[in-house]
């Protein structure tokens, strides 16, 4: 072995010594409650939507997103630049009580998740008591921004994806165009609008996926393409 | 006395007339001719070190990774920018008509990256 042989081995064996310690992992808990109560300061980004349908070509859409802690603005940018943006402005639901919904359905387990937009994050996983994943949350390490989720149906296949792609954190958002209107009716998730309505029933859509409200017998019911937690959230909003 | 006493007699008096040469001699000559040598580089003996084993191409190829790797983290900034939110005013989603909203989906490769 030559000395140049030796002294590329040398520094080889050097590269591990260059790697930062492991980070402790956050409490499961924790962490969905940082990513549930987001950044304490305000960020602006951009978000791809993906929606998978079995059987279709992948669907998607790009969302410009500005946020003041406790509050978010969506503007979900159209293909054809002429057609105007749809733009929603709304508060933060408080951290804790979407904690409890969360606990009340899912296991909630956390790994480590890989870099997403330029971000270290922590992997969440919301299974269901039956062990089914319905969710993954990817986390931001530094800030608990929600920078990742996907969403799975029964058979483990991905149904949606909503990931943020660009990121600016923190970054000076104006209050303008932040107004929050009173909702007319139940929470929706976001980029649901009510599509038809009669019957007891109401229906909303999101342009590729749908789901109902029905009032029977004084129980509100929500079926469609949604998940339980959305669902929960829905029905509790439309109760009161 | 016969010609080949004489050529013996002749080689015994070369013989004696000639000098020992010294014991460092040799060595002298090795240094000299080793000093008249051009110094291999240091990136030649990298080279070698990398290209003689079949072994070391790998180590070689991670090693060049590992730097460039370097490079590039060092290069590419902390945080890019993104787009900025143009101010405008807020239209509830519920005023837009379903079909509108399903024009706001495209075909996409379903791919799982940044934006570039």
């Keep these: 072995m030559t000395k140049y042989s030796l002294a590329v081995l040398l520094a080889l064996a050097a ?39 079995p059987g279709r070509k992948p669907k998607a859409l790009k969302v410009n997103v500005a946020a003041l802690p406790g509050k978010v603005r969506r503007e979900v940018l159209p293909p054809k630049k002429k057609a105007a943006p749809l733009v929603q402005a ?3 639901e408080k951290a804790g009580t979407g904690l409890a919904r969360l606990r009340a ?14 971000r ?6 919301l299974r269901l008591k039956s062990g089914i994943l319905r969710r993954a949350l990817w986390v931001d390490r530094d800030s608990g921004l929600l920078m990742k989720r996907e969403t799975y149906r029964d058979d483990g296949s991905l149904a949606r994806r909503e990931r943020i792609v660009k990121l600016e954190l923190p970054a000076a958002v104006e209050a303008a165009g932040f107004e929050i209107e009173s ?4 929470w929706s998730p976001d980029g649901y609008v009510l599509a038809a309505e009669g019957g ?7 342009g590729l996926e749908s789901y109902v409200v029905a009032a ?15 669902a929960a959230r829905v029905r509790e909003s439309a109760a009161k | 006395m016969n010609e080949d006493d004489e050529a013996r007699l002749s080689k015994a008096a070369m013989k004696s007339l000639m000098v020992p040469a010294p014991e460092s001699l040799k060595a002298d000559l090795k240094r000299m001719a080793r000093n008249r040598k051009p110094k291999p580089s240091i990136w030649d003996g990298l080279r070698e070190a990398l290209t003689e084993r079949a072994w070391a191409y790998g180590a070689g190829a991670a090693f060049a990774a590992a730097g460039i790797g370097a490079l590039i983290i060092r290069a590419v900034p902390e945080r890019e920018a993104a787009q900025g939110v143009p101010a405008r005013p807020v239209q509830r989603l519920e005023s837009v008509a379903p079909q509108a909203l399903a024009d706001m989906w495209s075909d996409d490769a379903g791919e799982d990256n940044d934006e570039i």
């Design chain 1, 15 to 53: 590269l591990p010594l260059q790697a930062k310690p492991r980070a402790p992992r956050p409490g499961a808990e924790e962490l969905v409650l940082k990513a549930l109560a987001g950044p304490a300061t305000s960020y602006t980004a951009v978000e791809r939507v993906q929606v998978f349908l």
């Design chain 1, 90 to 92: 709304r508060e933060r």
């Design chain 1, 105 to 118: 359905l899912y296991e909630i387990s956390v790994s480590t998740g890989g870099v997403v937009a330029k």
């Design chain 1, 120 to 125: 270290k994050t922590w992997k969440v996983e």
């Design chain 1, 183 to 186: 909702a007319s009716g139940p």
């Design chain 1, 200 to 206: 007891g029933t109401r229906r909303y859509s999101n």
């Design chain 1, 216 to 230: 029977t017998a004084g129980k509100i019911v929500v079926t469609g393409d949604l998940a339980e937690d959305d």
